[in-house]
Each structure stands twice: as C-alpha cells, then as structure tokens.
C-alpha cells in the first residue's frame, strides 16, 4: 500500500472529524440551548454567549423589518413592547421582533435600511435615569459624539423609528428617557414617526396614554411604509404540547424554581433580578396590628449568599401568587383539572423568548410567573374578545375592548383580575376557548416587589430588614372579600408561618410557602439586592433632615440606626432630624421603642419629630411640622445638610417640596420662586433626595381621580380627591366644591359600611362634561377607613 503522504493525512482527518461531527450533532454539540441553564438565566449573558449583538445582522438573519426594543425595570415597558410587537405583526403584516436593550450594541445604527422601522418602548427610573437594561443604550446614544460604523455627518439618516415612554408626573424628570432619546435619534438625523408618547403612572393613566398613542401612530406608520391594514388574527407566539412522557415529579420539570441552578439544587451566584437568593428569614414580626391593617417587620439572612448590600438600597422579593386566585383563574379559563399536567412551551418563532423555563405545568407557570391579580388590560381584552364562550359576551367584550369610558366604568370600582373580569363578563361561563399562550403573551411576568431596605448594612451586614403595610382594601359589593396585595400578603404569610401557625392563611388566603419541591422549606423567601443612590453623605458630620410617613419611615430607620452606631463608635454626626407621621401615636407608631434607643446614642444630635393625623380635630402632616421647624430646616441647610423623603408619592412629597420652598425663601430672604430654583439645584446636587413608589391603579393612598381629555375637547382635567378626602371638609360640600373646580357636573361620594364593621370604603363618582359637550363618568374606591 502507497504511504500516505501529509496532505492526504489532513484530508482523512478532516473527513473523519467531519463524519463523528455530524452523527453526534445534536447530541453532544449543537444542541438546543435552555436559556434558563444558567444563573443569570435570560439575562445579559444570554444575549453576550454566542448570539450576535448587531441588530442589523439579527433582522437579516432573523427576516424582520420592525424591532421593538424595550428598557423597563418592572415590566411595564417589555409588556408594551410585546403588545406593540404583536399588533405590528396581525394588523399590518410586518415581521416583528421584540429586543431587549442590553443584549444589543448600537453602533451599527447607521446601517438599518430605510425600509425597516424601529420601536423604543422607555420607563424613566432613579431620578429621571435609565432602567437597568436601557444604562450602555441611553449612555452611547445621548454621547456626545457616537461612533458609528460609518461615519458621516447625519449618521441616522436612514433610520425610521417610533418612541413611547413610560413616565410619572410626580417625578422631578418626567419622562426625560423618551425624551432625551427622542432629542438624541432626532440630533443624529433618524425620523420619527408619529409623536413621541407618554404615558404617565402619577395620574393613573398609563395604559390609556399607551393605547391613545399607538393609533395614530399605526396610521402614520402604515402611511409612511404602504403597509396595508387586515383583520387582525390572533396567531400564538407560543406552541404548548402536552408532555405524557414527564409528571411533575420528573427531575427535569419545573415547579416554579427560576432556572437550572435552583431546579438541580444547587443555585449560586451572582444573585440579581434574573436569579433570586433562596434567603432564610431570620426574624419577623408585626410592628403593628390594627382591624385589618398590619405592618410587617422581617429580618432576612443573607450570609449564605454573596450578595451585599448598602445603607439606602432596596430588596426585592419574589412572591408567588395566593391558592384562592390560582384556582379561580385555572378554573376560569377550564384547567383545573389539568394543572399538575406536564408542558413544554416553545417560542413558535425564534426571536420570541418563553418567559419563564420548561417543562412545567400549568400550575407552576399560573403560581410563580404570571401577574394574574393585577389590573386588567383593555387590549388584552380585545384580544380575547374572539375566543368568548358564546356571541353575546364576544360582542360585550368588543365593546369593552373599544370603549374607553364603558370599560372603566364596567371595571373600575371592582378591582377585578383577569379571572374575576372574565367570570363577571361571562356570567361564570367557563373561557375553556381561549389558547394559553394568549395569556402568557397578555399578561405581565409576575414582578418582584422592591422594598426600601430598613437596617444599616455598618450594623448588620448580613441581615437584611424589610419593612412592608399589607395592602388590603375593601372592595363595594365584595363584603368579605377585600382586594389583598399579592407580595405583602405572602410577606404575611411567611410571618405567620415563622411564628408557629401550622397552616398560615392570612384572611383566608393560603400560599406555597415551601416553594417548588418543599425548596424553601424552613421559612424562606427568595430575594435580590437593587442598589440605589438613596445615600447618607458620606461625610457623617453633615446634618441631615430624613421626611418618612408611614412606612416610607423604612430607610431612615436605616439611617438612624447607622449614626447611632457611628456616634456610639465616637465618630462625629451631625444633627439628625427624622419627621414621622402616622394616623395614631398608640395605632401605627413603627418602631416606637427603638427610636429611643438611637436617642440614648444619639443623644441631642437626634429629634424625632411626629405627626399623629388622626387624633386631634385637624389632620397634622408632616409637612405641617416641617414649617414649625422652618428655621432649624434652613439653618441646616445652610450647612449643607441633606434632605430626604421617601414613602407615598402623589401628595405628600409634592408638599413637603412647596414647605421646602417656602422655608428656604422665607429664610433666607428670597422670592419664592428662587426658593424654588435652589430646591431644584439641590436635587440636581443630591443634597435632596427623593424615593417614591409609582402609584398604583386604584391606591387608596393616592387616590387620585383623574378626568382626562374630555372627549373632543382636549381638556386635561385632574380632580385630586384624595386631598379633598383628607382635608377636615369630607362632606357634600366639600364635593361640591371641588365639582365647580374641575368643571365636574355631578359628583357624589357614598360610605359603605360593610357587615363586619371593620372600616368602611367610599364611593367617589364624578361626571365630568367636555368641551365639546360630551359626558364621562368616572369611579374610585377609597377603602379602610381612610
Ligand atoms: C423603590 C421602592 C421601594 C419601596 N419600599 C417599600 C417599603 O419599604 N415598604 C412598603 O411597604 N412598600 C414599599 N414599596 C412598595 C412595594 O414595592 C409594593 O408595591 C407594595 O408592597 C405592594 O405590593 P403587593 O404585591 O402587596 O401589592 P400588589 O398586588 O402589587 O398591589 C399593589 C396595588 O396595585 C393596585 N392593584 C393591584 N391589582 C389590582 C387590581 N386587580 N385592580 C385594581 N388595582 C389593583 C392596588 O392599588 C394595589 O394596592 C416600595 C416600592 C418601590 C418601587
Ligand atoms: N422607597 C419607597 O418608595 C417606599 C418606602 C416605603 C414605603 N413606601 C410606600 O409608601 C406608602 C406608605 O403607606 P403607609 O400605609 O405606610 O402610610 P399611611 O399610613 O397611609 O400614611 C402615613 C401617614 O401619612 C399621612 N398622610 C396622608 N396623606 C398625606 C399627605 N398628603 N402628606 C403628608 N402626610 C400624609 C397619613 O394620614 P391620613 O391617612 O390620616 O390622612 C398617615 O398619618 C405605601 O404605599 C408604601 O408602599 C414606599
Ligand atoms: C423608583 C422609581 C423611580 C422612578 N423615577 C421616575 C422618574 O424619574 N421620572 C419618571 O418620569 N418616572 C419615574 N418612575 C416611574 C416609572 O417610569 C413608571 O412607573 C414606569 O411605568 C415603570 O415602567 P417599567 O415597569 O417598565 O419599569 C419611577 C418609578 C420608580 C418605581
């Protein structure tokens, strides 16, 4: 035989490692990858390993001409994305394709063809920042000079592109992300199709804001890109086949654990929002009890875990939804019976990402992924309009989808879910039509819940404090039966169990407290740490002036509990002011104790300041202590003292801001509106530092009642009854008042009583006439007493 000579031994070896290639493909290399294998499972690093980061290489390869990309902290923005994404694709036929900002680089912009749309769906977050995923987009694109890759002087020329953002008016930057966005793209020369929208959380009306943005937007864009409207059809985004090959006792399905790590038992590091820390709760207790309001205290042990954290930063907690409303909604949409069957769930397209991991059941996915107690999505309900049991509810649905007022004011005051809606609209019959990637597309990812974190990390490191109010509200014509906060009650839930209650069942209310797979067994709670820039100045001789109502008292407990451990440690602390409000010195007075613990270390260095609302004739607020202190207040800022506020955001920290104003001017011999220019600067300089919680759709703390944009008129209306509800004029003619101050035609408030005593919620109506002459009427629920 010949020998074989070194070119023919590359050319055997080349086959031969060519042949074992391709009949071990798929089952040692080139398979199929879990994105949930890893820690930071769906996270960056998934977008960083092996997929491209160029967004023109993705649309080619992938066929799409219309990306949306989102940058959202809690969820909000991905899920208009989604929404925006899906519309594109049913009603206009374009080939649509959903991006997180992180896992992209932008330098290619300048190369999207002309022919190809792209979508910016934005939340502002921090004070006016960008979300977490949003930070390496935001910093290159408002650059000063951002490098492309083909340099020329109006880079974006080419590029067509659409923006909504997402934004709260009670926030110093309003919107600035859309809007500094916006401004950059249009600087660097892209086009922008239709306005730039915005939605707003502080006066409620951000779902509305979205859906009265995106048609004319639509209209514009059709326009532009001869894009031709059809019927749109509802196509799944995800294919769900049931597994008789798996049960769930199989070890490779999961029952609600968050990725690989957790599902093998062995989770690790780096713990962040993609990957929570199992986290034993050390202690918990309830700072108070009064009828149906509770405050819960809980101190979580983090020293088996990496994770760290700073005075000022938050925790999230990753709850898991209440038994009584994963039946109710398995039951609703017919699948009871089968929740413990086993599914695999695949994207049907490749750029679409299943947003939790499988194989799991119906169960798991309903308990532990979805938000199934929040609000109700007028889209959503279109999309569900054509999978109604029967034509009457299909054509109730259609309206509903359609007719803003109608819908509101059929949902409104009830505080329905999706699975209480649908068994309202359809009179308890059963929604077994409706395929189940509809609501794994319709409804938000269940989001962890932050929390401003209430010790020093200088004086327990490893044990994290949480100090949470249950959310509970009455519900009119739901007696027995009020709305309960998903997290909080969890929260409470675990507290019971820690304290020796066998079967906890906060009103009635049962939880997995043990996780998947008994997995959390021994009373933990999965966490992660959200660093913030809420900070004490790092020079402790600074004064500093804490505004912390209710539970926004959380990260000043923090603060003071810090100075009283530097001052104890003979380091020199500047004066500490802390005003406190609650309804009632003997009711609601957190931590009332430990307060003169720190004053023992303090010493005069610390005054607490309180504000008992509720037990004199008038209310006293903590803004009105404030102006008793108006010349301390000045003089410490003089000396560059740091001020604070944190807790409800609506009212009390807008007033704190006036008094603030007004202190400074009256001080320091100013007009008021320099008092309010040097307000500005200081929150441009850090030395004011704000944390408020967006308000919630119906929060009975923020109740505000928003008429907005009366038909036709385009009059802008926002009765703020929450003021007038506390204000010492809680009557008719309080209500009528405000009725003639917002061009209401009719306001009425009715108090109900329900059987049990306990509180009482009111009714607020309000009929509000239009420039045009066209009527709108508005409801909202205050519960409890307030
Ligand atoms: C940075 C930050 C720090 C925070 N720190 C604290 C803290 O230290 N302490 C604290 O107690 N809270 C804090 N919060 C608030 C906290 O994150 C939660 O929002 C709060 O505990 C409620 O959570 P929940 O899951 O119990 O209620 P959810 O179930 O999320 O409900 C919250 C509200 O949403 C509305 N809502 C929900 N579902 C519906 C529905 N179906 N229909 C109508 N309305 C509905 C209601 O107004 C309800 O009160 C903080 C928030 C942020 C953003
Ligand atoms: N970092 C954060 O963002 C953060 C941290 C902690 C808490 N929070 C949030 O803050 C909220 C606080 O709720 P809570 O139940 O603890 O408080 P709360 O009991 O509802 O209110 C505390 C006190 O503030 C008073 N108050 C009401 N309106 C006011 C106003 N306009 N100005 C000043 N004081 C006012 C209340 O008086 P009356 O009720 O008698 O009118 C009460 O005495 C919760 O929503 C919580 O989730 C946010
Ligand atoms: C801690 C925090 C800070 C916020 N800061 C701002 C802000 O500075 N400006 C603003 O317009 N909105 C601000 N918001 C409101 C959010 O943009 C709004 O709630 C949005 O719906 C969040 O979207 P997401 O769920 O996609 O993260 C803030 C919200 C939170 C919770």
């Avoid at 020998?3 to 080139?30: C, H, P």
């Avoid at 597994?243 to 599902?263: A, C, K």
């Avoid at 410490?636 to 009390?652: I, R």
């Avoid at 008129?713 to 009765?719: M, N, R, S, T």
Wanted: aromatic letters at 10%; hydrophobic letters at 35%.
């Amino acid at each position: 035989m010949a020998e074989l000579d070194t070119l023919d031994i590359v050319v055997l070896g080349t086959i031969l490692v060519g042949t074992v290639a391709y009949f071990t493909k798929g089952r040692f290399w080139a398979k199929p990858k879990d994105p949930y294998a890893n820690a930071l499972a769906n996270g960056a690093a998934a977008g960083k390993a092996g997929r491209t980061r160029n967004i023109v290489e993705k649309m080619e390869e992938s066929g799409k001409n219309c990306v949306v990309f989102y940058g959202s902290q809690t969820g909000t923005a991905e899920d208009y994305a989604s929404r925006l994404a899906k519309e594109g694709k049913s009603r206009f036929g374009l080939d649509t394709m959903v991006a997180d900002l992180e896992e992209y680089d932008f330098d290619t912009l300048d190369t999207v063809p002309s022919d190809k749309i792209l979508m910016f769906v934005l939340a502002t977050y921090g004070e006016g920042e960008p979300t977490d995923n949003a930070v390496e987009f935001y910093e290159f694109i408002t650059g000063e000079e951002p490098a492309f890759s083909e340099g020329s002087e109006k880079p974006l020329g080419n590029l067509n592109y659409v923006a909504f953002g997402l934004g709260n008016n009670t926030y110093e930057h309003y919107n600035s992300m859309v809007r500094n966005v916006d401004k950059a793209l249009q600087k660097l020369g892209a086009n922008r199709i239709g306005s730039a929208g915005e939605g707003d959380d502080g006066a409620g009306t951000m779902e509305e804001d979205f859906l009265a943005w995106k048609d004319p937007m639509w209209a514009e864009l059709a326009s532009k890109m001869n894009l031709q409207e059809r019927e749109a059809v509802y196509e799944p985004v995800f294919g769900i086949v049931e597994r008789e090959d798996l049960t769930p006792e199989s070890p490779s399905v999961y029952l609600g654990e968050p990725n690989r790590t957790h599902l093998e038992g062995t989770p690790r590091g780096p713990f962040n929002s993609h990957n929570p820390y199992i986290a034993p709760i050390a202690e918990s207790r309830e700072l108070f009890s009064v009828k149906d309001r509770n405050c819960i205290h809980m101190d979580v042990d983090i020293s088996g875990s990496n994770l760290t954290y700073q005075t000022g930063d938050h925790i999230a907690v990753w709850p898991t939804n209440p038994g009584d409303e994963v039946d109710r909604f398995l039951d609703t949409i017919g699948l009871i019976g089968k929740r413990n069957t086993v599914i695999s769930v695949k994207a049907l397209e490749p750029t679409a990402k299943v947003p939790f991991p499988a194989p799991t059941t119906y169960d798991a996915i309903v308990r532990y992924h979805l938000e199934i107690c929040a609000p109700v999505s007028r889209q959503f309900v279109s999309t569900l309009a054509a999978f109604a049991p029967s034509e009457d509810i299909k054509a109730e649905m259609t309206k509903l989808g359609n007719d803003k007022d109608y819908f509101h004011e059929q949902t409104g005051p009830h505080f329905y879910n999706i699975s209480r809606f649908l068994t309202a609209v359809a009179k308890g019959q059963k929604w077994t039509n409706v395929p189940f990637s509809a609501f794994i597309e319709g409804l938000t990812k269940l989001q962890p819940r932050y929390y401003s974190i209430s010790s020093s990390s200088l004086v327990q490191p490893k044990k994290i404090s949480i100090t949470a109010v249950v959310e509970s509200q009455l519900i009119p014509g739901r007696d027995g039966d009020p709305f309960r906060g998903v997290a909080t009650n969890y929260l409470l839930a675990l507290k019971q169990k820690q304290n020796g209650d066998p079967n906890p069942e906060p009103f009635g209310q049962t939880y997995e407290i043990m996780g998947p797979r008994n997995k959390y067994d021994g009373i933990h709670v999965p966490v992660h740490v959200r660093h913030s820039n809420f900070k004490l100045p790092s020079d402790p001789s600074k004064p500093v002036i804490m505004i912390g109502p209710g539970t926004g008292v959380a990260p000043f407990r923090a603060f003071v509990q810090e100075r009283a451990k530097q001052a104890a440690d003979g380091v020199d602390v500047g004066r500490t002011l802390l005003f406190f409000g609650c309804r009632k010195s003997t009711e609601d007075f957190m931590y009332k104790e430990e307060w003169e613990e720190y004053k023992k270390a303090l010493g005069d260095k610390f005054e607490m300041i309180t504000a008992f609302s509720r037990e004199g004739p008038k209310k006293v607020y903590v803004q009105h202590r404030l102006k008793e202190y108006a010349k301390e207040v000045s003089d410490l800022l003089s000396q560059k003292g740091y001020f604070y506020v944190c807790g409800d955001a609506a009212n009390m920290a807008r007033e704190v801001n006036t008094v603030l104003a007004q202190i400074i001017s009256e001080g320091r011999g100013v007009t008021e509106a320099k008092g309010e220019e040097i307000v500005k600067n200081m929150r441009a300089a850090n030395q004011y530092q704000v944390s408020i919680p967006p308000p919630q759709p119906h929060d009975p703390g923020l109740l505000q009642l928003v008429l907005t944009r009366a038909i036709g008129g385009c009059l802008v209306l926002e009765a703020n009854v929450r003021r007038l509800l506390r204000s010492n004029d809680y009557d008719h003619s309080g209500m009528r008042g405000m009725a003639k101050r917002y061009r209401m035609s009719w306001v009425c408030c009715d108090t109900l009583s329900p059987a049990d005593g306990q509180g009482t919620t009111s009714v607020i109506s309000a009929r509000v006439t239009g420039a045009s002459g066209c009527e709108t009427k508005y409801y909202c629920a205050l519960g409890s007493g307030g």
